[in-house]
């Protein structure tokens, strides 16, 4: 199974929205995915199989040294095989080349093995207030 992945790569808004509602199990969604992240991100990877998005993942940021990882996806044929590590690996790379000082990522306790053992995040506390 090759993957490439692609900085600020290209994407269908239809195909983000198909993985996006498989991987956070809710309806299929009409979001403006592309104007989204032109406007509020410093990149995103794409993960492509063959021409197809396999995965994806949004990289937010204040415009200065910290960075949010947002909406990491995989397909779910895709899933534990390393893409979405590859996704955060090369997000990782481009948000350390763009100046950033920090990568933040909030997760549910399930995916702490992913974050932290496969990603190599460390776990720190967090606050949030629910909107």
Do not use: K
Not at 89 to 113: I, K
């Amino acid at each position: 199974m090759t993957i490439t992945y692609t900085w600020r790569g290209d994407f269908d808004n239809a195909d983000v929205n198909a993985l996006h509602a498989q991987g956070f199990d809710h309806p299929v969604l009409d979001i403006d995915w592309l104007a989204q992240v032109r406007r509020h991100s410093l990149g995103w990877v794409c993960a492509h199989r063959d021409g197809d998005l396999v995965g994806f993942v949004n990289i937010a940021w204040d415009g200065g040294v910290h960075a949010f990882v947002l909406d990491t996806v995989v397909a779910a044929a895709h899933r534990r095989r390393g893409v979405g590590a590859g996704l955060v690996a090369e997000a990782v790379l481009r948000a350390r080349a763009a100046g950033c000082e920090w990568l933040h990522v909030d997760f549910d306790d399930g995916l702490a093995p992913f974050y932290v053992e496969s990603c190599g995040f460390t776990p720190t506390p967090a606050g949030l207030v629910a909107l």
